[in-house]
């Protein structure tokens, strides 16, 4: 296939992972508000669409560590790959949406790099120490965001503990469209500059641009992918997140999505990638074990845990498959 064609393939492509990634993950932004009935499931999708827009157009922090941090020399990366890591993630992310699985776009993105970086030039191609840094980043983030939502919880049931339950739900309710606000903006600073990564990694590799600098028409391109990936809703995985893990109030509610937006706006502002689906799952266990610890179903999120843990070697093994089936073309 033509150079030319190629990136246009890696461009729609990584346009298209925006999307699914969009509707994906739309649960994250909405479903606890949803869940508590603090807005209209048409008013939610409307603003977290509006919203990520917004925030994927803030910064390019994340994207330039995605697209310079995985592998150690993009010239060596041809476009074919890229194509590849794309399809691998894309086809992942597909499956655990249909299966009702809130896994990682995050993670599958990682893993069908490595994957295909892998079986094209060899492991030794791959940036091993950034590949760790991103790795940890999003391994670490769940685990920091149950336990600052731990925290959070615990401090707004002392704050408002002499409040009936009526009244605080009657309130939070309110409230939750700040933080689901919040929450919605959040997610477009750091989950559509992943694609933004990809494509200056292959416009990079092309030759087509000499710095890891991230041009306009990227950013827009990915924000309004995301956008209206998300204005197709994520419903098959927004039960999962807003009742399966733990049933929230309002004040759960809230909690969890403020947490999960601060925890999110740090990692970017670190210029670091997180899954957002682990930040808000580690939000919701550690809120609902500051309520009560056998509250929690730890069932559906050891079943959560499963497909985070296998997420990028699978994905990575079906880049590689793929990768497979195109250099034979």
């Known amino acids: 296939m033509p150079e030319h064609w190629l990136i246009w393939a890696v461009v729609l492509l990584a346009v298209l992972f925006d999307y699914v990634n969009g509707f994906h993950d739309t649960a994250n932004a909405i479903a606890t508000s949803v869940s508590t009935r603090a807005i209209t499931p048409r008013h939610a999708i409307i603003m977290a669409a509006t919203l990520n827009f917004a925030g994927a157009m803030i910064s390019t922090g994340v994207a330039k560590t995605i697209g310079g941090d995985l592998v150690l020399n993009p010239s060596q990366i041809s476009l074919e790959v890229i194509v590849a890591a794309l399809i691998g993630s894309i086809i992942w992310n597909i499956t655990t949406w249909y299966y009702r699985i809130p896994s990682s776009s995050s993670h599958s993105l990682v893993g069908g790099v490595i994957g295909a970086v892998s079986i094209s030039v060899g492991p030794a191609a791959l940036d091993i120490t950034g590949i760790s840094k991103i790795i940890m980043?999003?391994?670490?983030?769940?685990?920091?965001?149950?336990?600052?939502?731990?925290?959070?919880?615990?401090?707004?049931?002392?704050?408002?503990?002499?409040?009936s339950p009526i009244t605080l739900n009657r309130q939070f309710r309110k409230m939750q469209l700040v933080s689901a606000s919040l929450m919605a903006f959040s997610h477009g600073s750091n989950d559509a500059q992943k694609a933004m990564g990809i494509i200056a990694l292959a416009l990079l590799s092309g030759g087509y641009i000499e710095t890891m600098e991230i041009p306009i028409w990227v950013k827009i391109a990915c924000a309004t992918s995301m956008a209206l990936g998300t204005s197709a809703g994520g419903w098959r995985i927004i039960s999962t997140m807003g009742t399966k893990i733990f049933k929230m109030e309002s004040i759960n509610g809230f909690a969890a999505d403020l947490n999960s937006s601060i925890v999110i706006f740090t990692a970017t502002f670190?210029?670091?990638?997180?899954?957002?689906?682990?930040?808000?799952?580690?939000?919701?266990?550690?809120?609902?074990?500051?309520?009560?610890?056998?509250?929690?179903?730890?069932?559906?999120?050891?079943?959560?845990?499963?497909?985070?843990?296998?997420?990028?070697?699978?994905?990575?093994?079906?880049?590689?498959?793929?990768?497979?089936?195109l250099s034979l073309l």
């Open 270 to 325: 670190l210029h670091l990638p997180v899954s957002t689906t682990h930040v808000v799952s580690g939000s919701i266990m550690g809120i609902g074990s500051a309520e009560r610890v056998r509250a929690v179903h730890w069932g559906v999120a050891r079943s959560m845990l499963l497909a985070w843990v296998i997420t990028i070697p699978i994905s990575a093994c079906i880049s590689a498959v793929i990768y497979l089936g």
């Open 137 to 163: 980043s999003l391994i670490l983030s769940p685990i920091v965001a149950l336990a600052t939502g731990y925290f959070v919880m615990i401090g707004l049931l002392w704050i408002f503990r002499n409040f």
